[in-house]
């Protein structure tokens, strides 16, 4: 489990959970931490960063290795790359974004 990340209730997960990120249900991520990122001390020019990365990750359509290579053709600051250095050497793989239906979504 990465830095700043949270596992809601009843959650269950067989795989890492990058940094920043909030896990619910059995191995999804749901969204940002950006509460997390925020109690942490985390500028807003940080966390618009952080925001892109995780974007560029789960939202961009790219799977895990696209994006990695995506990420190593820009400049991040080193909370970020502590993000993509999770996702670069995670063994059991990473917690895909969920699914939710509206009524299942708690956030």
Sequence with gaps: ???VSLLLE???VGKDIPPFSIAIGKNSIAALNVIGLRR???GPALR???KSAFDLLYRSGLNA???LEEAEKRTWL???MTF???VATTKRGMCPMGRWKKEENRI
């Design 65 to 67: 290795k696209q994006a």
């Design 40 to 42: 942490a001390g985390f």
């Design 84 to 86: 993509w250095n999770f």
């Design 1 to 3: 489990m990465g830095a």
């Design 78 to 80: 080193p909370e970020t």
């Design 48 to 50: 618009k960063e952080i």
């Design 10 to 12: 009843n959650s269950g």
